[in-house]
């Protein structure tokens, strides 16, 4: 009899809970209550050439967010800009800061201890593409390729809905869309928006930095 | 312990016995036009157009009788569709263009039944020329049909990066870039198959090609 019950509070996780207790999902917890040694950081950093934006995650050793505690230094040093501190709202901090700069450095100061990240982007890169394309022709983009990073294109246009987009495990710092890729129909003329994106994604122990290049274009294109 | 194995197999048997009963299904004079729907599909490529599909009525199952004809009509025949367990299919010449399934029904039935689809022209695809991963690789096949068939080209291959192409327009040609059917580590020579459907609704006419690919 006594064996009977454990299959029932399996079953019924929420008995299980009410007769032993369970931490709640909405129980929050902060950086602060966890050591240096234990915290992660994850990072995602995008530039267009001249603004990059910069948004961080702390985590514990499960990887959950934590919510980023006031006791957290959290600035960034970037090339031709001022040191520049995040702003932090809940479990995220944000920066947005004016550099041309490909090579930034994230300072991480808190009682118990502080590090420096390097954040390091793909090679800055610029698209050339015709001003006016005819929608009877394709349309090629053009950069300087590095072989190192996958690129992802993405085109846009009120003209049509959804998007097209393209992936190319190899940079061969051209890319061709052909007559067929859209559908403009009965349109004058409208705006295809392309949208080229370099990424280069790192990892060190718990700490993990997505890095983006992005460069758009807009293209007229004509009937 | 005997008599119990016995009488657990008896039960089994009268289940099985009960699910696969002769008994008959309902006839179509019994319903209503009202209650019942046809749904057709149409699968055509260029060695056969196949219109297939079912009746849905408030039976799993039913049977054409009393006069209840299942007719597929298209621009060049007109052919009797027999009617098996609630589904036809009919394999027709290629063909493009409308089709219609039609249950004829005598008076006081509540008049004919007819579902309607359009299917694209068969066409075929062309292979490239000695194609190359790492050059562009140009598929071509007769396109231009109207704009509301969605076309869709897609290639695959053991040795490719495998590609979908919805298309936005229809020009019977596509060409990918060099380098985009490359596949990382891979570098062998292979058998890729180029596939084009064109769709409207539940319409769709395809064509396929092989062709060799190096790298």
Partial sequence: ?223 | MRAGGALGAIAILGVVATACSDEPSPVSSDMSSRDITITVAIDGTAERTRVSGYFATPSSQVRLVGGDTLTVVTETTARHLALRDSTFQIDLPPYGGPVAVRLTRPEGRGGDVEARARVAPPFVVRPPDAARASAPVTVTWEGGTRRDFATTLSLTGPCITPQSRPLGLDTGSYTFNAGELEKKGVAARCSVTAKVVKKLDTAVQSATVDFPITP
């Fill in chain 1, 1 to 223: 009899m006594r064996f009977a019950i454990v299959p029932l509070l399996l079953l019924c996780p929420a008995l299980a809970c009410a007769l032993v207790g369970c931490a709640s999902d909405s129980e929050i917890r902060e950086s602060a209550d966890v050591v240096a040694a234990d915290l992660g950081m994850a990072v995602t950093v995008q530039s267009n050439g001249n603004t990059a934006v910069v948004e961080l995650q702390l985590s514990a050793a499960d990887y959950y967010p934590l919510q980023i505690s006031p006791q957290e230094g959290l600035v960034l040093d970037a090339p031709g800009a001022p040191t520049t501190a995040f702003a932090v709202l809940g479990d995220r901090a944000f920066l947005t800061v004016a550099t041309t700069g490909s090579t930034f450095f994230l300072r991480h100061t808190r009682p118990d201890g502080g590090r420096t990240r390097t954040l390091e982007l793909p090679p800055a890169f610029v698209v050339e593409a015709p001003e006016k394309a005819s929608r009877a022709e394709p349309i090629t983009l053009r950069w300087t390729p590095n072989e190192d990073e996958p690129v992802a294109i993405v085109a846009t246009s009120s003209c049509f809905t959804g998007s097209v987009g393209r992936r190319l495990e190899r940079d061969r710092g051209e890319y061709t869309f052909s007559v067929g890729d859209f559908r403009i129909a009965g349109t004058p003329e409208c705006r295809l928006v392309f949208r080229v994106t370099r990424t280069l994604a790192t990892r060190d122990g718990r700490d993990s930095v997505t890095a983006h290049q992005v460069r758009t274009v807009t293209v007229e294109s004509t009937p």
